[in-house]
């Protein structure tokens, strides 16, 4: 099984920025579209964005220009790089395969994020 590793995360004010990263060790990663969510307490996981095998993005509307997601598959790692941080950004961030795959794999722990005003 592949084990999604998720860190990165941390208390930051409105307006600074963190980087993310999603380590998935022996796994087939780098042929496959990823992607990061994210949940808020009492909300549903929602999807933040994605990045094809060969880099190509989309990203939710509420992330766009503020957050850059970006893969190395030589490390099977992604990362997401997120600037101007509001406090409607606060959840828990998940890295996993796209949501059109076939299947997801294991789900990590997360990583916490918290934006204070």
């Known amino acids: 099984q592949v084990q999604l590793v998720e860190s990165g995360g941390g208390l930051v004010q409105a307006g600074g920025s963190l980087r993310l990263s999603c380590a998935a060790p022996?796994?087939?990663?780098?042929?496959?579209?990823m992607a990061w969510y994210r949940q808020a307490p009492g909300k549903q996981r929602e999807l933040v964005a994605e990045?094809?095998?060969?880099?190509?993005?989309t990203y939710a509307d509420f992330v766009k220009g503020r957050f850059t997601i970006s893969r190395d598959n030589a490390k099977n790692t992604m990362y997401l790089q997120m600037n101007s941080l509001e406090p409607g950004d606060t959840a828990v961030y998940y890295c996993?395969?796209?949501?059109?795959?076939?299947?997801?794999?294991?789900w990590g722990q997360g990583t916490q994020v918290t934006v204070s005003p």
């Open positions: 990045i094809s095998s060969r880099g190509r993005t």
């Open positions: 996993n395969r796209d949501p059109t795959s076939y299947y997801y794999y294991d």
């Open positions: 022996g796994s087939t990663f780098s042929i496959n579209t």
